[in-house]
């Protein structure tokens, strides 16, 4: 955790350095102006003292840097023998106008930083409302999520996951909505409207991908599409329906790591109007004390400060805990570790163990 430290102190030690910013510009007109004298006339660049208030402060704090500019101003004009002269009264009206048009900007900067901020949690209660949590117990599997929002100044995506028991088994969705924001949440509502109905209707997995599909087809525009797995949990092995989405993490009780790729490339949701006949579902063994994780690409896209993506099948091994949660929690500590600070993308991760029914 001592990566995360350093990335939230570099986080607020440039927080600290922007609000400085004003009163550094200041001083160092000031003392350059001591300096040169009246020769070069240094008093006008006192406007970048308001200037650069208004980048991070209030309307309050950008007037204030600039009645403390205009302070300055009268005593350095003193010094330099311009008191009273055309020069310094053209000076001390840039210092007035600079001044009101920066605590015009910073308003506007407020007001829309709010707007944004109030944007964001719409969409997160949206997003919450539809994310539902998932059984921690199914049939004899141990579920275990994580889910992790994506920076504050990154705009929500459009994760999504189900885990629900129908008379064909438990069914498994994870997915991500091409694109972020609302538009996203929106999209996300319907692949999991879709998939929870069709989940208890279709007999086949199949089934349940041409109604997803065919849902999509009547809402989304253009080229938008979902990546997304489904999949369905038989006897001593599970169903695998892969739409263009990162292929699952395969952990098998003896200590073998696989990833599970599908054996037919299949296009993501939403672009079955493209002509692409839909894969089979394909199995993959699924015994006592295995485990599969699901994730996003948030996950895998994990950078570091090298720009080296997170390599989760090296890390598979966080993933032995006796507790499966604690095990998926450990291996989100390990992400953040990895990335220095706050994910770029949102991140989600169901893990499923299997234990004796």
């Not at 003193?78 to 605590?103: E, H, P």
């Not at 109030?118 to 141990?142: H, M």
């Not at 504050?152 to 069914?171: K, N, S, W």
């Not at 952990?251 to 692409?276: I, K, N």
Request: charged residues 20%; hydrophobic residues 45%; negative net charge.
């Amino acid at each position: 955790m001592l990566t995360v430290g350093a990335g939230y102190g570099v986080a607020m030690s440039s927080q600290s350095v922007l609000r400085a910013l004003p009163f550094i510009a200041i001083l160092l007109v000031v003392v350059v102006d001591l300096i040169t004298g009246p020769r070069v006339g240094f008093l006008a660049l006192l406007t970048l003292g308001p200037a650069f208030a208004s980048v991070t402060g209030s309307v309050r704090r950008t007037a204030l840097v600039g009645v403390l500019a205009l302070a300055i101003c009268v005593p350095l004009a003193v010094y330099d023998g311009l008191l009273g002269r055309t020069s310094n009264y053209l000076t001390l009206a840039a210092i007035v106008g600079v001044t009101a048009a920066s605590m015009l900007a910073s308003r506007l900067r407020n007001r829309r930083e709010r707007e944004l901020a109030n944007v964001r949690l719409v969409a997160e209660a949206a997003q919450r409302v539809l994310l539902r949590p998932v059984p921690r117990r199914a049939s004899d599997l141990r579920i275990a999520l994580s889910y992790t929002s994506a920076a504050a100044e990154a705009q929500i995506g459009g994760d999504l996951y189900e885990v629900v028991t129908t008379p064909e088994g438990v069914r498994i969705l994870i997915g991500d909505v091409q694109g972020k924001g609302l538009e996203a949440v929106e999209t996300a509502a319907w692949v999991l409207g879709a998939f929870r109905e069709a989940a208890y209707d279709q007999s086949e997995l199949a089934g349940v991908v041409e109604r997803v599909e065919t849902s999509l087809a009547r809402h989304l525009s253009g080229e938008k599409f979902v990546t997304a797995i489904l999949a369905e949990v038989h006897e001593g092995e599970i169903s695998l329906l892969n739409c263009g989405h990162p292929a699952p993490l395969v952990l098998r009780r003896d200590g073998g790591v696989h990833f599970a790729e599908p054996q037919e490339e299949a296009l993501p949701l939403g672009l079955g109007a493209l002509g692409s006949p839909r894969p089979k579902p394909h199995r993959v063994p699924f015994e006592e004390g295995d485990q599969i994780l699901f994730y996003t690409d948030g996950v895998i896209e994990c950078r570091d400060r090298q720009g080296r993506f997170y390599p989760l099948a090296e890390r598979a091994h966080l993933l032995r805990s006796d507790d499966p949660q604690a095990a998926l929690d450990e291996l989100r500590a390990d992400m953040l570790r990895h990335a220095g600070g706050p994910f770029p993308d949102d991140a989600a991760m169901l893990l499923l163990r299997r234990h004796p029914g």
